[in-house]
T-cell receptor, first 107, second 110 residues
Framework: RKEVEQDPGPFNVPEGATVAFNCTYS??????FFWYRQDCRKEPKLLMS???SGNEDGRFTAQLNRASQYISLLIRDSKLSDSATYLC????????FGAGTTVTVRA | SQTIHQWPATLVQPVGSPLSLECTVE??????LYWYRQAAGRGLQLLFY??????ISSEVPQNLSASRPQDRQFILSSKKLLLSDSGFYLC?????????FGPGTRLTVT
């Protein structure tokens, strides 16, 4: 079983739509969680940390479900500029990266 | 603020040739540094990490090696490249918990 698993997508959504996707992790002792964004042929960039109580950053909402061992990312009011691959990252003794979920927002 | 530099940005090398990729970090001292490889359509694979000068830990067996000759310099090398070494190589440094990546080197082995 992979340490971090994500639905690769792609999720194709119209501008203004809401899109949400999950990431599952295998190590129940994992301590911290992140979402990164990666644009085509660019380096990953930190989008947001994921806190136990859930957290928002503008149109982005992250949730953590420790019992079921998954984290989620929800994007409201999608913009064309949200088109990217979103990487789930889990920290136990090292950072483990998912392969990414691709989101394409169309006009 | 911290900045990571990597060079070259792109590289095309024949099978069997040597490799040297360089990463330097500015704006921090004694950083934990990491080398990752991202193959096309795949996740990031941790190759090496270093907690200080001369200290290298290897995560996967391979024909690559890493060195840390200075506090803020991290080098990835190979004596003989394989086709399977093609990929996007990323250097990163670690903040409190998260990591920050350099711009990467895209390597194509032909």
């Amino acid at each position: 079983r992979k340490e971090v698993e994500q639905d690769p997508g792609p999720f194709n959504v119209p501008e203004g739509a809401t899109v949400a996707f999950n990431c599952t992790y295998s190590n129940s002792a994992s301590q911290s969680f992140f979402w990164y964004r990666q644009d085509c042929r660019k380096e990953p960039k930190l989008l947001m940390s994921v806190y136990s109580s859930g957290n928002e950053d503008g149109r982005f909402t992250a949730q953590l479900n420790r019992a079921s061992q998954y984290i989620s990312l929800l994007i409201r009011d999608s913009k064309l500029s949200d088109s990217a691959t979103y990487l789930c990252v889990v920290n136990d003794y090292k950072l483990s990266f998912g392969a990414g979920t691709t989101v394409t927002v169309r006009a | 603020s911290q900045t990571i530099h990597q060079w070259p940005a792109t590289l095309v090398q024949p099978v069997g040739s040597p490799l040297s990729l360089e990463c330097t970090v500015e704006g921090t001292s004694n950083p934990n540094l990491y080398w990752y490889r991202q193959a096309a359509g795949r996740g990031l694979q941790l190759l090496f990490y270093s907690v200080g000068i001369g200290q290298i830990s290897s995560e996967v067996p391979q024909n690559l090696s890493a060195s840390r000759p200075q506090d803020r310099q991290f080098i990835l090398s190979s004596k003989k490249l394989l086709l399977s070494d093609s990929g996007f190589y990323l250097c990163a440094w670690r903040g409190a918990n998260e990591q920050y990546f350099g711009p990467g080197t895209r390597l194509t082995v032909t």
